[in-house]
């Protein structure tokens, strides 16, 4: 199964308001990503948070971590149509210890309506 | 620098034929991700390298599939033989740690018909 499920599967919204993604994984983890894909294209980075912080902000991004839940968020705030695009949670869990590899959640597919 | 690139972008080939998707990452990264993406089971790491080396390949879902990395900025993905069900897009990442930001190529788009 998915080391990290996003919520929800699929969002609509209208340009300028704000879109909220969640997931939720099942082990330990040093560190939790975010990456964005445009349809056709390779993943892009946008955020890396680590298991001691509990909120970072990127721009229109802010990203939340709660390990107790083993749950993060991310928020687009104002969003745009060129946010369109799915996009995914990545963690390394492996019980806490050192990993070497990222596990990529489900997705949420956010369609930003002009 | 150019990022990661991959090629070729598309292959249509015919079953039973051999594939091969070739990957040239990042300069100066250490670790090198292959990844298959599919609607079904959305996106698998299927091998990944350090220092050219293989490190897990648990992803690799049978023997008719096999990666190389013979140097650093050079990497294969090689199929055969090819299957319908290996239709994919085929994505090659690399990063100077492991679990720190990938960067990903554009990807390959694999048909087998």
């Known amino acids: 199964s998915q080391q990290g499920e996003e919520d929800p599967q699929a969002l609509s919204i209208q340009e300028g308001e704000n879109a909220t993604m969640n997931c939720s994984y099942k082990t330990s983890i040093n560190n939790l990503q975010w990456y964005r894909q445009n349809s056709g294209r390779g993943l892009v980075h946008l955020i890396l948070i680590r298991s001691n912080e509990r909120e970072k902000h990127s721009g229109r991004l802010r990203v939340t971590l709660d390990t107790s839940k083993k749950s993060s968020s991310l928020l687009i705030t104002a969003s745009r149509a060129a946010d369109t695009a799915s996009y995914f949670c990545?963690?390394?869990?492996?019980?806490?210890?050192?990993?070497?590899?990222?596990?990529f959640g489900t997705g949420t597919l956010l369609a930003v309506q002009p | 620098d150019a990022g990661v690139i991959q090629s070729p972008r598309h292959e249509v080939t015919e079953m039973g034929q051999e594939v091969t998707l070739r990957c040239k990452p990042i300069s100066g990264h250490d670790y090198l991700f292959w990844y298959r993406q599919t609607m079904m089971r959305g996106l698998e790491l299927l091998i990944y390298?350090?220092?050219?080396?293989?490190?897990?390949d648990s992803g690799m879902p049978e023997d008719r599939f096999s990666a190389k990395m013979p140097n650093a900025s050079f990497s294969t993905l090689k199929i055969q033989p090819s299957e319908p069900r290996d239709s994919a897009v085929y994505f090659c990442?690399?990063?100077?740690?492991?679990?720190?930001?990938?960067?990903f190529g554009p990807g390959t788009r694999l048909t087998v018909l």
């Open positions: 390298f350090n220092n050219n080396v293989p490190i897990d």
């Open positions: 990545a963690t390394d869990g492996a019980g806490g210890g050192a990993t070497n590899k990222l596990i």
């Open positions: 990442a690399s990063s100077t740690l492991g679990n720190n930001e990938q960067f």
